[in-house]
Nanobody
Framework: QVQLVESGGGLVQPGGSLRLSCAVS????????IGWFRQVPGKEREGVSC???????????TYGDSVKGRFTISRDNAKNLVYLQMDSLKPEDTAVYYC????????????????WGQGTLVTVSS
């Protein structure tokens, strides 16, 4: 059974950084597109960043407009891990962050993502 577990969330001051990790088990990470999504109560889920597995040396990535230039997604297939480095954090980045997996197509809408983690809370506040 494929499972995803997020870690690395917490409380950080505005302007600070956090690195989220998504550990995948029950399968190899190869061929899966992995996405990071976030949700605030009462708001729609937002696609933060997604990464495909099309080119091992430099996989294709996509970012939401609100995080471009501040967040960086990466993957380590050998370790079955996907990371989300979040820099220059803002209060509006506060949300529960989820990672999810789908077949190898680079899409960050959340549609067709078959496997989801339980989420990790990120709070940006002074």
């Amino acid at each position: 059974q494929v499972q995803l577990v997020e870690s690395g969330g917490g409380l950080v001051q505005p302007g600070g950084s956090l690195r989220l990790s998504c550990a995948v088990s029950g399968t190899t990470l190869d061929y899966y597109t992995i996405g990071w999504f976030r949700q605030v109560p009462g708001k729609e889920r937002e696609g933060v960043s997604c990464i495909s597995d099309d080119k091992p040396s430099k996989p294709s990535t996509t970012y939401g407009d609100s995080v471009k230039g501040r967040f960086t997604i990466s993957r380590d297939n050998a370790k079955n891990l996907v990371y989300l480095q979040m820099d220059s954090l803002k209060p509006e980045d506060t949300a529960v962050y989820y990672c999810a997996a789908r077949d190898p197509f680079l899409d960050c809408s959340g549609t067709y993502y078959r496997f989801w983690g339980q989420g990790t809370l990120v709070t940006v506040s002074s």
